[in-house]
């Protein structure tokens, strides 16, 4: 064992790929909804940091550093922070988390079983991967993932009472279409997001490269709305969190037929919100917690069209989903979160 945090707070600092560093205390008012990595600023009372900007000196005044792995773009960077976890203290405790899309550590990358192996442990954030990456390492892996918000979300739900019947298709529409063709089987109206272009100077050329416009704002959703003829397709412009989940969970029902290997937000959205899921088993979460409404892979469609038409047709099955799902939510709490992490580190 290398430490114990049972009776005392330990100093967290957590490291990604967005700009700046703040305690928890200067951003209070984005705890209740945040769920991306900065949740575990919040569920820690610690400190952030972009990647870019962590010294040896830093990482010295903490006790746990929670370094995510998905803000790394080089090789040459991968290197520089594998270096900076072999010769960190030895009082610190380096959790190497995996964000994004587990099938990219599929490829073999120079350094990277051997920050692996230089990390207290590794938090694998889908457990479809976890042996995976356990056979890389002799470090410890550990399906822990990221602290959920489930009140702060829970507040935004539209009740099940004023749902409109519509469905909604969670990712963007320009990333795939086969949750399109699960929703023009139902025969009702369809609501899907799509980004809205900046026209600020630093993100004109990504716009060309990924859309084809360094001007044209509403790019995507013409696009879309072109290929994805259908007089039942309504397109809306991503939103802020509070307005996003109100206006998502006044839907019947979510389609999610995911392809990725990722943290699975939307079927913790879903939960949270009430809203039933129609998921993959590859999002890790689906099979836990809307085990009736998860299908083998992104192509079976045909499933989740048989699953799309019980939840209208059946509200009593549709609300026992939603209330087993919340139920089942609740251990992604930030308190929860907090002790599962000291329960790993009472292990190494």
């Not at 949740?39 to 010294?55: K, M, P, Q, R």
């Not at 999002?283 to 499933?303: C, M, R, S, W």
Request: aromatic share 10%; hydrophobic share 40%.
């Amino acid at each position: 064992m290398i430490h114990s945090f049972r009776h005392i707070s330990p100093r967290i600092l957590v490291v990604g790929g967005n700009v700046g560093t703040w305690k928890a205390q200067d951003r209070v008012y984005e705890a209740d909804l945040l769920n991306g990595i900065e949740s575990w600023v919040f569920a820690s009372n610690g400190t952030y940091c972009n990647e870019l900007d962590i010294t040896p000196r830093m990482i010295a005044d903490f006790d746990i550093v929670i370094m995510n792995l998905n803000a790394i773009g080089s090789s040459k960077r991968l290197q520089q922070v594998r270096a900076l976890a072999e010769n960190r203290p030895k009082h610190v405790i380096w959790m190497t988390l995996l964000e994004g899309d587990m099938r990219t550590y599929l490829k073999p990358m120079p350094h990277l079983r051997e920050l692996f192996d230089a990390s207290s442990f590794v938090n694998c954030i889908n457990i479809n991967a976890e042996h995976f990456i356990q056979s890389l390492t002799q470090s410890p892996v550990f399906t822990l993932g990221i602290p959920y918000p489930v009140d702060g979300v829970r507040a935004c739900a539209i009740s099940r009472e004023h749902r409109s019947r519509s469905v909604h298709i969670c990712p963007f529409l320009k990333t795939r279409w086969n949750e399109y063709q699960v929703a023009t089987q139902l025969h009702i109206p369809i609501i899907g997001y799509e980004r809205r272009l900046t026209r600020k100077f630093r993100n004109l050329l990504s716009n060309m490269r990924d859309c084809g416009s360094f001007f044209n704002v509403d790019i995507n959703r013409t696009y879309i709305s072109k290929l994805l003829h259908s007089a039942d397709l309504t397109v809306e412009y991503a939103k802020p969190f509070k307005e996003y989940y109100a206006h998502a969970s006044s839907s019947l029902l979510w389609l999610n037929l995911d392809d990725r290997y990722t943290w699975g937000r939307y079927v913790l959205d879903a939960a949270a919100l009430g809203v039933p899921i129609i998921s993959t088993i590859s999002t890790g979460h689906a099979p836990k917690l809307f085990p009736e409404l998860t299908v083998q892979n992104p192509f079976d469609i045909d499933t989740a069209v048989q699953m799309a038409h019980r939840i209208m047709e059946d509200d009593r099955f549709a609300k026992n989903a939603c209330d087993y799902a919340f139920e089942h939510i609740q251990e992604f709490k930030p308190d929860m979160m907090m002790k599962k992490l000291y329960t790993i580190i009472d292990t190494l």
